[in-house]
């Protein structure tokens, strides 16, 4: 049962920007932080971005501030991260989460709802 499902991956020059969207099968996650984690082959999960459960905080890892914004539609139910500027070290399968908490938190033991994840591949 796909809980959260992700959208918007894709092979792009460096340079280039991706929009990424997360939407929820069944559940509104309407009172909880989202986020989007990303792992890279042969490494570890990291974190990228989390949204406040009222939308009015985000917070963002120190490598992508600057260049990616995460965002929710309440209107249609869901979650972007609009990617600019992409370079080929952001390569990695990129996950959408639902957080226990309802404060952005960078924290992966936070998150108890993922989706499967979204490829993006950038080449230099």
């Known amino acids: 049962q796909v809980l959260l499902a992700e959208s918007g991956g894709g092979l792009v020059q460096a340079g280039a920007s991706l929009t990424l969207s997360c939407t929820p099968s069944?559940?509104?996650?309407?009172?909880?932080?989202m986020a989007w984690f990303r792992q890279a082959p042969g490494k570890e999960r990291e974190s990228v971005a989390s949204i406040n459960w009222d939308d009015r905080l985000t917070v963002y890892a120190d490598s992508v501030q600057g260049r990616f914004t995460i965002a929710r539609d309440r209107a249609k139910n869901t979650v972007s991260l609009q990617m600019n500027s992409l370079k080929p070290d952001d390569t990695a399968v990129y996950y959408c989460a639902a957080s226990l908490k309802a404060i952005a938190t960078l924290n992966s033991k936070d998150y108890d709802t993922w989706g499967q994840g979204t490829q993006v591949t950038v080449s230099s």
């Open positions: 069944q559940n509104r996650f309407d009172n909880r932080a």
